[in-house]
Each structure stands twice: as structure tokens, then as C-alpha cells.
């Protein structure tokens, strides 16, 4: 299964984009398909991965207390791409869920090519550290 760039359009995050944008960073995303209770990320270890939530939903707790909740068009991830390499958070499916991952090194791609995008994505990650969501 691979992403397209009609699945990006439904990403608030990509909505910037113009279709042959979307076309390209569509190639970068991989498809990750998981069942309910999956943990996605654990908190402290070592993440190169991006990921955006499709459908389903997920818990993000640290130190066993929720922080929040993700529903489909959220992200995850950054943090530890952007900051020391290390999650702060655990993430787990409380459905079954389909998401979008994009390694570091592609991480990195959507970064330099798409300014804007890395922007939103930065200040989300800034929120998140200020406010612990």
C-alpha cells in the first residue's frame, strides 16, 4: 500500500501544498497498519520516525499519565527527530489505526524542500514541550 498524493490533501498539515507537491512527498510516507493497543513510540527510546495518524485514534501518556489524545489528521513523532533523538512520550493505538511514517532521512527532505510545512510542524513540537500535550 502506498500513499498518494489525494491521501495527503486530507491531512490538514499538507494542505499548503499544491498536487504535485503532494505527489512528491507522497513518495517519501510509508503505510503502517496497527491494531487496537499497539504502542507506536515508547517513551525514552531512540526515534527516527514521523508519524501521521490516518485513521484510528491513540493515547499519548508519559510517565503512565495521559497527556492527550490523537485522532486522524494528528502527528507524532517529531520531537524526537527535531530534539535529542529520544521520545518523550509514549504512543499507543486505543483503535485500530492506519498511519503515515516517514523515516528521518525523508524527514529531513520535507524539511529543506518544504519550509512551510517544517515550520507547522516545529511549532506543534514547540507547543508540546511547553504545555506537555
Same mark, same amino acid.
Given at each position: 500500500?502506498?500513499?498518494?498524493?489525494?491521501?495527503l490533501?486530507?491531512?490538514?498539515?499538507f494542505?499548503?501544498?499544491d498536487?504535485?507537491?503532494?505527489?512528491?512527498?507522497?513518495?517519501?510516507?510509508?503505510?503502517?497498519?496497527?491494531?487496537?493497543?499497539?504502542?507506536?513510540?515508547?517513551?525514552?527510546?531512540?526515534?527516527?520516525?514521523?508519524?501521521v495518524?490516518?485513521?484510528? *485514534?491513540a493515547?499519548?501518556?508519559?510517565?503512565?499519565?495521559?497527556?492527550?489524545?490523537?485522532?486522524? &489528521?494528528?502527528?507524532?513523532?517529531?520531537?524526537?527527530?527535531? &530534539?535529542?533523538?529520544?521520545? @518523550?512520550? *509514549?504512543? @499507543?493505538?486505543?483503535?485500530?489505526?492506519?498511519?503515515?511514517?516517514?523515516?528521518g532521512?525523508?524527514?529531513?527532505?520535507?524539511?529543506?524542500?518544504?519550509?512551510?510545512?517544517?515550520?507547522?510542524?516545529?511549532?506543534a513540537?514547540?507547543?508540546?514541550?511547553?504545555?506537555?500535550?
Amino acid at each position: 500500500m502506498s500513499v498518494s498524493a489525494v491521501d495527503l490533501a486530507a491531512v490538514p498539515l499538507f494542505d499548503s501544498l499544491d498536487e504535485s507537491e503532494r505527489e512528491e512527498v507522497a513518495t517519501w510516507f510509508d503505510v503502517k497498519i496497527a491494531d487496537k493497543d499497539v504502542r507506536l513510540v515508547g517513551e525514552g527510546s531512540s526515534g527516527y520516525s514521523f508519524f501521521v495518524l490516518v485513521s484510528g *485514534s491513540a493515547v499519548v501518556t508519559s510517565a503512565g499519565v495521559e497527556l492527550g489524545t490523537l485522532s486522524p &489528521g494528528d502527528f507524532f513523532g517529531e520531537v524526537a527527530i527535531l &530534539g535529542g533523538g529520544r521520545r @518523550t512520550a *509514549s504512543v @499507543t493505538t486505543t483503535s485500530p489505526s492506519t498511519l503515515f511514517t516517514l523515516f528521518g532521512t525523508d524527514f529531513r527532505k520535507l524539511q529543506q524542500t518544504h519550509p512551510q510545512i517544517a515550520d507547522r510542524i516545529e511549532a506543534a513540537m514547540r507547543d508540546r514541550l511547553t504545555n506537555g500535550a
